[in-house]
């Protein structure tokens, strides 16, 4: 059910020159939301993994698989977009919690391979990551303020406050940066090196009597995935071992989600293009379709295609600069995998191969897929035009 990836026409050997020329809009921050409580909404596309239920929140965390609160029962379906009734739905068909806590996973009844998952935050990664101080993201379809507004998705930073076996504690008592109704089974991300996400927690609700207003305890969803998957078959963890939280790197250990709050789209068309990282090494050595051949673009392929069976070298990367799409025969290095480090402020990842990997970098712009890239540079006229554009734009 995906879509194809778009080539960019620009040859990569351009792009130190319009850096130059347009740096200064691009290094822009983004504006800090004021909050869930009283927040800003998100763009179209961003946090898309973000899903609404009809009353609560939950997450995509596998293409057949969200996570939600116990609280809020089970949902009859998931909804996508930024507003209740804006996007594609999928039905849910079973709900698997634990009984000392109240994180919940629930069975899709198809798979959604269009929108890259947020992978539940398991094993080593739990261990790096889950640390009083670490900055966190909140987001969900609650409302503005108590008994006032929701359905419309929002987002907030903060930051962990504590963590305890079963549960997170995000945010202090009164900094009026929380969840609030609706935002119940709702997600708190975080960032891993590579620029992609993992969900660590769903909201149960606040720790004080003071409803939107409170430190919020989210209900830690590792506690649950060896229960769902021992019930439903489905190997939610695809870098890990899901019973002893071993690094196990699989074919789905990555193209996770690796976008944030922007992105201009539709969900007509499941908002194509969305940001995603490449195989994950977060623990150990990513995942290799062939663990024989080297995943860094060491060995080349001889003869020109991007047959992967002929012997030629390639291990699983989505693009050769020799392929035949190039036309640059027997020139061609491959990468391996994706590129890991395509970070959510658009960085992207560097492979010692020519080409980046072939996943999106996290502003939405190509990562090589299926795209030859010129070897030669570009005729001196480009550049001078490009210098001729930005000089107007300055003025």
Same mark, same amino acid.
């Given at each position: 059910m995906g879509f194809a990836r778009g080539c960019?026409?620009?040859?990569?050997?351009?792009?130190?020159?319009?850096?130059?020329?347009?740096?200064? /809009?691009?290094?822009?921050?983004p504006p800090d939301p004021m909050g869930i409580v009283n927040g800003d909404p998100v763009e179209t596309c961003g946090w898309p993994t973000t899903v609404y239920t009809g009353g609560c929140t939950a997450t995509l965390v596998h293409p057949r698989a969200i996570s939600t609160a116990q609280h809020c029962g089970m949902p009859s379906a998931i909804q996508f977009g930024i507003q209740a009734g804006d996007g594609p739905s999928v039905a849910v068909t079973s709900c698997v919690g634990d009984g000392s806590q109240d994180a919940m996973l629930c069975?899709?009844?198809?798979?959604?391979?269009?929108?890259?998952?947020?992978?539940?935050?398991?094993?080593?990664?739990? /261990?790096?990551?889950?640390?009083?101080?670490?900055?966190?993201?909140?987001?969900?379809?609650?409302?503005t303020a108590f008994g006032v507004g929701g359905g419309t998705k929002l987002?907030?930073?903060?930051?962990?406050s504590a963590v305890e076996p079963g549960r997170v504690i995000v945010g202090e008592a009164g900094d009026g940066t929380s969840p609030c109704p609706g935002d119940s089974g709702g997600p708190v991300f975080l960032q891993v090196e590579d620029g992609s996400w993992r969900v660590f927690g769903t909201v149960l609700g606040g720790t004080t009597q003071t409803p939107c207003n409170s430190a919020a305890d989210f209900q830690r969803i590792d506690a649950v995935v060896g229960n769902f998957e021992a019930q439903t078959g489905l190997d939610i963890t695809p870098c890990f071992d899901g019973a002893t939280g071993d690094w196990d790197p699989g074919p789905d250990c990555g193209s996770f989600f690796a976008?944030?709050?922007?992105?201009?789209?539709?969900?007509?068309?499941?908002?194509?293009?969305?940001?995603?990282?490449?195989?994950?090494?977060?623990?150990?050595?990513?995942?290799?379709?062939?663990?024989?051949?080297?995943?860094?673009?060491?060995?080349?392929?001889?003869?020109?295609?991007?047959?992967?069976?002929?012997?030629?070298?390639?291990?699983?990367?989505?693009?050769?600069?020799?392929?035949?799409?190039?036309?640059?025969?027997?020139?061609?290095?491959?990468?391996?995998?994706?590129?890991?480090?395509?970070?959510? /402020?658009? #960085?992207?990842?560097?492979?010692?191969? #020519?080409?980046?990997?072939?996943?999106? /970098?996290a502003d939405g712009g190509d990562g090589g897929g299926g795209c030859s890239v010129p070897s030669q540079a570009p005729p001196v006229s480009w550049l001078l035009l490009l210098l001729v554009a930005g000089l107007r734009r300055r003025s």
């Open positions: 960019s026409p620009m040859p990569l050997t351009v792009l130190p020159f319009v850096a130059l020329l347009f740096a200064p /809009d691009a290094l822009q921050a069975e899709l009844a198809e798979e959604v391979t269009e929108v890259p998952v947020t992978p539940v935050l398991f094993g080593c990664e739990a /261990d790096m990551y889950l640390q009083p101080g670490q900055p966190v993201v909140m987001a969900g379809f609650g409302q987002w907030a930073n903060q930051t962990i976008g944030d709050h922007t992105g201009d789209g539709s969900w007509d068309n499941w908002c194509e293009g969305i940001p995603e990282s490449g195989y994950s090494s977060a623990c150990g050595e990513p995942f290799a379709s062939n663990p024989t051949e080297s995943t860094t673009g060491a060995t080349s392929d001889t003869d020109g295609d991007t047959d992967p069976t002929d012997g030629g070298g390639e291990t699983g990367a989505e693009s050769t600069t020799g392929g035949a799409s190039g036309g640059n025969s027997g020139t061609g290095s491959d990468t391996g995998a994706p590129a890991t480090s395509a970070s959510a /402020d658009g #960085s992207g990842g560097a492979g010692s191969g #020519s080409s980046s990997g072939g996943l999106p /970098d």
